[in-house]
T-cell receptor, first 118, second 114 residues
Framework: AQKVTQAQTEISVVEKEDVTLDCVYE???????LFWYKQPPSGELVFLIR??????QNEISGRYSWNFQKSTSSFNFTITASQVVDSAVYFC???????????????FGEGTQLTVNP | DTAVSQTPKYLVTQMGNDKSIKCEQN?????MYWYKQDSKKFLKIMFS???????INETVPNRFSPKSPDKAHLNLHINSLELGDSAVYFC?????????????FGPGTRLTVL
């Protein structure tokens, strides 16, 4: 069984602060894929990043960065110099590869509501 | 151009009614999904179709019946609607059912059952 845990239900920061959203996952698969999605107040789900289990390199995209640590089964997401427009619910998700059926579904964490105050 | 579209965006209906939500993707993908997001924002997969074949069918009441007339469409029909069906339903698509490609989501359909 797969599981994704986002222990932080809500985070509130002041603009320009850095903030890290935690994600811990469980899977028996040796090959798997991790994702982050953003859900702004408008409700759509926006893909942010995909990472496969063989690639532990950290990634940076503008103010966003991701820290994948297989040893601790974590895939944390940091926003540097946060902005009000970053306010959203952020979801971490996992997709395994064992068997094609398991490989298709995304298992989501419960989401972290980030509020960036001016 | 909208990649994954859903209609309607909002759906308000009475208990006991039957309703359908339509989904279309113009990405040329061969796999489509339905997810349900409850009031606590928890997202869970309901169904997945690959080339019109049902490949994932989670523990969902049989009042919910997906139908895929072709690769680009996956509709969700719900019979005898109940209060607990109120949620946001997201359609998604991807290329391949076990591949690396990410799933692209539609804008969601907010269903309210009164």
């Amino acid at each position: 069984a797969q599981k994704v845990t986002q222990a932080q239900t809500e985070i509130s920061v002041v603009e320009k602060e850095d903030v890290t959203l935690d994600c811990v996952y469980e899977t028996r698969d040796t090959t798997y894929y991790l994702f982050w999605y953003k859900q702004p107040p408008s409700g759509e789900l926006v893909f942010l990043i995909r990472r496969n289990s063989f690639d532990e390199q950290n990634e940076i995209s503008g103010r966003y960065s991701w820290n994948f640590q297989k040893s601790t089964s974590s895939f944390n997401f940091t926003i540097t110099a946060s902005q009000v427009v970053d306010s959203a619910v952020y979801f971490c998700a996992l997709r395994g590869s064992f068997g094609e059926t398991s490989g298709s579904r995304l298992t989501f964490g419960e989401g972290t509501q980030l509020t960036v105050n001016p | 151009d909208t990649a994954v579209s859903q209609t309607p965006k909002y759906l308000v209906t009475q208990m006991g009614n039957d309703k359908s939500i339509k989904c279309e993707q113009n990405l040329g993908h061969d796999t489509m999904y339905w997810y349900k997001q409850d009031s606590k924002k928890f997202l869970k997969i309901m169904f997945s179709y690959n080339n019109k074949e049902l490949i994932i069918n989670e523990t969902v009441p049989n009042r919910f019946s997906p139908k895929s007339p072709d690769k680009a469409h996956l509709n969700l029909h719900i019979n005898s609607l109940e209060l607990g069906d109120s949620a946001v339903y997201f359609c998604a698509s991807s290329q391949g059912r076990g591949s690396l490609s990410e799933q692209f989501f539609g804008p969601g359909t907010r269903l309210t059952v009164l």
